[in-house]
């Protein structure tokens, strides 16, 4: 397995940005891949440190891709970079003429993240269908579906930067806006693992889960017990999401130590 940490130059932001990759290093055949997003403190270096995601992909022979989106939110900003198309187009693009080896199917492609990088792959997910088969959101929820405006304290500032003021719920910032959009289309979704901590506040599934049951895909919700918006839950929650929700099993158990 290869841990790789690279500096990919974007096109769209006009910026480097680091991305951590995890990689089988003899791949017999193209990788099934997932794109992984951290959270509002984080950055592309704490799945790998703070999880035992690197065994989970070792032990599958998966790919992971890691990018860094600073205080973007994942998403295109009102006053700032369109991260939302770097992610969702130009970095997926630019890692797979890296690395050849990293499958183009959809439904070998996965995107996950956890708090602002849940609410960030389901906006990604979502609003490139035809990309990625599942989506894997920890902790999060629908951040367009709030009311921003700048009373002058560093978040509301930063979030102000992001949505503009008001509330973006009729625009692409919203994870059900974007819901709607795909089915009015008649497009396919992909499949929604939502997951949370019984102690923290979206343990109540964040008013996501009714609105999914709605809509013409597979959604499963889980609440994970005795855990808040801490580490003790991503980890378990990105296992459960490769192992049982996606169905990927380990193929081999071979470690290097």
Not at 90 to 95: F, G, I, K, N, T
Request: proline letters at 5%; one cysteine or more; charged letters at 25%.
């Amino acid at each position: 397995m290869a841990y790789i940490e690279l500096n990919v130059y974007s096109k769209v932001l006009n910026l480097e940005i680091p991305v951590t990759v995890i990689i089988p290093q003899f791949p017999k055949e193209p990788l099934k891949t997932i794109w992984l997003y951290h959270g509002s403190t984080g950055d592309h270096t704490l799945w790998a440190r703070y999880t035992n995601l690197e065994r989970y992909a070792r032990e599958r022979n998966l790919a992971v891709v890691i990018p860094t989106a600073h205080k973007s939110m994942f998403t295109n900003m009102v006053h700032g970079q369109d991260y939302g198309v770097f992610l969702g187009e130009e970095l997926v693009q630019r890692l797979r003429e890296i690395f050849p080896c990293l499958s183009k199917k959809r439904e070998d492609n996965f995107v996950g993240g956890l708090s602002n990088g849940a609410y960030g792959c389901l906006r990604t997910g979502l609003r490139y269908p035809e990309t990625f088969g599942a989506i894997g959101a920890f902790s999060g929820g629908d951040a367009g579906e709030r009311y921003y405006t700048d009373d002058g304290t560093y978040a509301a500032r930063r979030s102000v930067l992001v949505f503009g003021e008001g509330c973006p719920s009729e625009t692409e910032h919203s994870v059900k806006w974007l819901a709607r959009q795909l089915k009015e289309k008649g497009g396919q979704f992909p499949r929604i693992y939502h997951a949370a901590g019984e102690l923290e506040i979206s343990g109540q599934g964040d008013g996501m889960t009714e609105f999914f049951n709605d809509m013409p895909c597979e959604y499963q919700f889980e609440v994970f017990p005795g855990v808040g918006h801490e580490w003790k839950l991503w980890d378990q929650a990105v296992y459960k999401f490769i192992d049982e929700f996606l169905g990927i099993k380990p193929v081999t158990t071979k470690y290097y130590v």
